[in-house]
């Protein structure tokens, strides 16, 4: 797994996806920090947060797009599958590779809050539940990502699914708010979304239920790219 981890890093910044990657989010992520903070002159942090995960659905397909693809279209995933790694330690190191690039570049737009404090208070609680929850939200994308480019070769294919399976989950969450509350279908819906699950931090609930679902359906998105992979192997 770490072999792959570094290969993957590599790979990162050897092209132009790392490079694309790190200044379309910080640069996203300082204009939606100015639009939401600095021109409302508030000091809310749930703007920011709820505007960067909609960012994050758009920039992290871009990120993992080429993480299986490019490999079936240059030819170098039967090297990958005869290696002497595990099919799950193979996916897992490069789930951390592009985690770890997603999670580094929000920290860094987090950042931007600390020019407020000679000017206004910021509530840092907030922030720390905000952070944990795009943080975790940002592991389901990724996930999602990597299953659908180990479908494809096509890595603008790869892209393209990725935002619409992202799009369909966060729909669902609007699909929710625009039913009735006696309708039993609203609570299974917010049940499912990734965004209704996301606005409970954004309210201040550190709720571990949503930690577990975001967790947990991450899981299941690189149990299914585990799953390729292996009837691949055998194939």
């Known amino acids: 797994m770490l072999a792959v981890f ?9 092209g132009v996806i790392g490079y694309v990657f790190l200044v379309l989010y910080l640069a ?7 639009f939401t903070t600095l021109f409302s002159m508030s000091a809310d942090v749930t703007p920011f947060y709820t505007y960067m995960m909609l960012v994050s659905g758009i920039a992290l397909p ?5 993480s299986f693809s490019e490999e079936r279209k240059i030819k170098t995933e039967q090297l990958l599958l005869t290696a002497p790694v595990s099919i799950t330690g193979m996916v ?12 580094g570049c929000m920290l860094l737009n987090s ?39 180990s479908l494809t070769e096509n890595q603008l294919a790869a892209a393209i699914g990725t935002i619409a399976i ?13 039913l009735p509350s006696s309708y039993p279908l609203r609570y299974v819906l917010e049940f499912i979304s990734v965004f209704s ?14 930690v577990f679902y975001y967790l947990s359906l991450a899981a299941v998105f690189l149990y299914l790219t585990v799953r390729t992979y292996d009837r691949r192997r055998y194939n």
């Open 62 to 66: 871009l990120l993992t797009m080429k």
């Open 92 to 103: 897992m190191g490069k789930f951390l590779a592009a985690y770890l690039l997603f999670a």
């Open 6 to 14: 570094k290969k993957e890093m590599r790979s990162y910044f050897t």
């Open 28 to 34: 996203m992520g300082g204009a939606v920090f100015a």
């Open 166 to 178: 992202i799009l369909g989950f966060l729909l669902i969450g609007l699909l929710s708010s625009l």
């Open 111 to 149: 950042l931007y809050f600390l020019f407020l404090l000679p000017y206004a208070v910021v509530k840092f609680t907030l922030l720390l539940g905000d952070l944990v929850a795009i943080l975790l939200v940002g592991m389901v994308f990724i996930s999602i990502g990597l299953f659908v480019s």
């Open 197 to 210: 699950r996301f606005q409970g931090f954004t309210n201040g609930f550190f709720d571990i239920a949503s």
